[in-house]
């Protein structure tokens, strides 16, 4: 009976020592990321029931101590459910806040230097030249006006197309990021199941593989299937990325301006749905193009509906009709506005009359500066400077929407990682008490054995010895 | 609630910079006193700042416009008032030529000062302003008035010139030499004709066709006037438009000072007391009071 007081003493140091252990593995990790807390679950030891061949007067049943069940992560997969379907849309949203602040900083409103007042500058620049038709500095004034806005015009029409570039840049970082992800998954998985099948709860492996899908929530909108094995599956539209020790990469493709994610190897788009990988998407096929496509619209309205004028128009040195039929602008093969090359080299050839040999006549540089006003775009609804006006509020509204969206889901995976960081995040109040806890406990035991080890030395040593 | 120290360090984090960002626009706002800096932080009112000073350079070149064709028509008063003189001085040589005591030496003298008046009306008649000849319609870089032929020819056109000075509203600012100055100078020229041919009949038929020019020249003065009223007028509507357009659009984009200078002071209160509340939550741990 007492050397089984020594086991059940032993049993007690052993436990103690495995959760003094767990504690300080929780201390050591206390800022690891995705580290849950773990707990070491005691259990009583199966107790001895006194064999006797008649129901004896001592206690049926004697306890033999303390086992160490099980360490497990405290932690609630409920809220890492719902904090991987919130990351995917925060993830868009972030991506497209990033995209607009890029986009807005192109067209730089509203300040002195942006394209609304360069127009003002364009078409003032015509009524100075309608003002004194004949004087040649307000005609190399136009010019220059002219040729600023064309330059601005292209330079905010190129930074868009640079920003649709670097889009597909982030895409293939992204992609390759979401592939090395899968790859590590579909090893953690293998590990896992493996660590399992031998009854081992392999509770680190597991941080790190939940850390992992955190991370993937971010770029798509991919489903994860846990599996009674212990492995998780990921989905993208119903196809697998990791499939238990299996992983299947992604790769970017753009054709005809047009950017896809495809299974790699296949020409099949993956079904992304959500996160960044989506934004990035949306941005490189649809908003970018856009916005491009409306700068040229206003490059075309300028240069069709100036050019119009201008054609029938005569310069200074024209002293005959019939008109020569100049234009003002050229738009290049490569989408470039520019003034005339041969209005830089000579003023004069601008056409500010509607008739030749009259340098007071201005009636041309009037109707050009009156286009100012005239409903051009949006099918005849709105002016150049209108239309331009618009196009960044919308940028704009976009912009706004996709912050407050931004803000909105930022807070909503906070409030839920707080409802995790609850659960999980190891306190080192908590952990210290329990220290001292488990550390007292141990001292207990070890005392315990002392206490065994005397009653031995007492029956074996002191015992038949009377008056010796 | 389980509440760990990672938790309060991401809490007080999460605060600060959140406290840092908003104190962050707010100084924008005041030292660029402008309440927009990019479209979204208001995009309606980022279409208004755009729209109205849009609004403000048009008014504005308006104005730079109505102020040149106000200088035009004042240096043609000028011109047409001093030929207006100087045909009253004619009429009145014309009068005393036609008196029948007159001799022919006497004559003879009045004709040549018709002469000098007729060559400084035509002179008047070429006034440029700058490098630009006011009375030759729109060929403003011909002279309008041939001294080499008697009387002199006019060589401009009857274009008007027009200048905008509202949005689809135009004002003519000239006066053509062919409808103020010729009938003048052909006047003279007859009158000076009969004072050559000596016969004070008809010196004295020629004193209608003299008032008919200067009747010509007043309406032509007439319409300058009317002309340079409508102006002014306009004038003072534009300056009103851009006062009432400059200030809606310090409304709609300039920040209001005594608001954001208020704004920042409880934005730095907060930020210094989330600083001293941070400081002192994040120190101490169970750790520190183990001995």
């Given at each position: ?13 052993m ?27 005691l ?23 303390v ?8 932690r ?37 230097a ?16 309608g ?17 600023t ?51 081992q ?5 597991m ?12 770029f ?112 290049t ?24 040999g ?30 331009y ?80 | ?150 009387p ?29 100055i ?30 008919a ?35 809606l ?31 002192r939550a ?10």
């Amino acid at each position: 009976m007492v050397f089984r007081a020594l086991e059940t003493a032993f049993r007690g140091l052993m436990a103690q020592q495995r959760a003094v252990d767990t504690a300080n593995h929780n201390i050591a990790n206390a800022n690891t990321p995705g580290f849950a807390r773990q707990r070491v679950s005691l259990v009583p030891s199966m107790p001895y029931t006194v064999p006797a061949f008649n129901r004896s007067g001592l206690a049926g049943q004697v306890g033999t101590g303390v086992l160490v069940a099980s360490i497990t992560r405290v932690r609630e997969s409920v809220f890492d459910l719902q904090y991987r379907v919130q990351s995917q849309a925060l993830g868009e949203a972030s991506t497209l806040v990033d995209a607009y602040a890029q986009i807005e900083a192109v067209f730089n409103e509203p300040t002195e230097a942006g394209l609304g007042t360069l127009l003002d500058r364009f078409w003032r620049a015509w009524q100075a030249v309608g003002n004194q038709p004949e004087d040649l500095a307000a005609r190399a004034a136009l010019v220059q006006d002219a040729t600023t806005l064309a330059t601005n015009l292209n330079r905010m029409r190129r930074q868009l197309t640079e920003l649709q570039t670097d889009t597909v840049t982030k895409l293939t970082l992204q992609v390759s990021e979401v592939n090395s992800i899968a790859e590590r998954l579909a090893s953690l998985n293998q590990q896992i199941v493996a660590a399992l099948a031998t009854g081992q709860t392999p509770n680190d492996l597991m941080d790190q593989r939940d850390l992992l899908l955190d991370k993937l929530a971010r770029f798509t909108g991919a489903t994860i299937r846990p599996l009674p094995n212990g492995a998780v599956n990921i989905y993208l539209g119903g196809y697998p990325l990791v499939d238990q020790d299996q992983w299947f990469p992604l790769s970017v493709q753009v054709s005809g301006g047009t950017a896809s994610v495809l299974w790699q190897g296949t020409t099949s788009p993956v079904a992304l749905e959500r996160g960044s990988l989506q934004a990035l998407l949306h941005l490189h096929n649809a908003v970018l193009p856009g916005l491009v496509q409306k700068l040229e619209d206003i490059r075309d309205a300028l240069a069709n509906e100036v050019n119009t004028l201008h054609m029938i128009g005569y310069g200074l040195s024209d002293l005959s009709g019939p008109p020569p039929g100049r234009s003002f602008f050229q738009v290049t093969a490569g989408g470039e506005l520019e003034v005339e090359p041969s209005l830089v080299a000579d003023p004069q050839l601008i056409a500010a009359a509607d008739a030749p040999g009259e340098p007071g006549n201005n009636a041309i540089a009037r109707q050009i500066a009156e286009l100012r006003s005239k409903l051009v775009l949006n099918s005849g609804t709105a002016t150049i400077n209108d239309f331009y006006n618009t196009l960044v509020a919308e940028v704009g509204g976009a912009s706004q929407t996709a912050q407050v969206t931004r803000d909105n889901q930022r807070a909503l995976v906070e409030a839920i990682d707080r409802q995790r960081q609850e659960i999980m995040a190891v306190s080192l109040d908590e952990e210290m008490a329990n220290l001292i806890k488990y550390q007292q406990a141990y001292g207990a035991a070890a005392r315990a054995i002392t206490a065994v080890d005397e009653m031995l030395d007492r029956i074996i040593n002191g015992m038949g010895l009377v008056g010796r | 609630m389980r509440v760990t120290h990672g938790m309060l360090v991401d809490t007080l984090l999460k605060n600060l910079s959140g406290n840092l960002a908003r104190m962050e626009r707010v100084y924008q706002q005041i030292t660029s006193a402008r309440r927009i800096s990019r479209p979204s932080d208001d995009p309606v009112g980022t279409a208004t700042v755009l729209r109205l000073g849009s609004a403000a350079q048009e008014i504005e070149q308006y104005l730079a416009n109505v102020e040149q064709a106000r200088t035009w028509l004042d240096l043609t008063d000028q011109a047409l008032t001093t030929i207006g003189q100087s045909l009253q001085r004619a009429r009145e040589l014309v009068v005393q030529a036609a008196n029948d005591t007159l001799s022919a030496d006497d004559r003879q003298a009045i004709w040549q000062e018709l002469t000098a008046l007729q060559e400084q009306i035509a002179t008047t008649g070429n006034y440029a302003h700058a490098g630009r000849y006011l009375f030759a319609g729109s060929l403003t870089q011909t002279e309008p008035f041939d001294l080499s032929t008697d009387p002199p020819t006019y060589r401009g056109n009857s274009d008007q010139l027009q200048r905008l000075i509202d949005r689809g509203v135009t004002i003519d600012i000239n006066v053509t030499g062919d409808t103020a100055i010729v009938p003048v100078l052909t006047a003279i020229k007859q009158a000076r004709d009969a004072v050559a041919a000596n016969d004070p009949v008809a010196i004295r038929s020629q004193l209608a066709a003299i008032d008919a020019a200067h009747t010509q020249l007043l309406a032509a003065q007439a319409s300058v006037g009317a002309r340079v009223n409508r102006l002014e007028a306009q004038r003072d509507r534009l300056l009103d438009a851009h006062t009432s357009t400059l200030r809606l659009a310090s409304e709609a984009g300039d920040t209001d000072m005594a608001e954001a200078i208020t704004r920042f002071s409880k934005e730095e209160l907060t930020y210094r007391a989330a600083l001293q509340a941070g400081a002192r939550a994040i120190q101490p741990t169970l750790l520190d009071y183990l001995r």
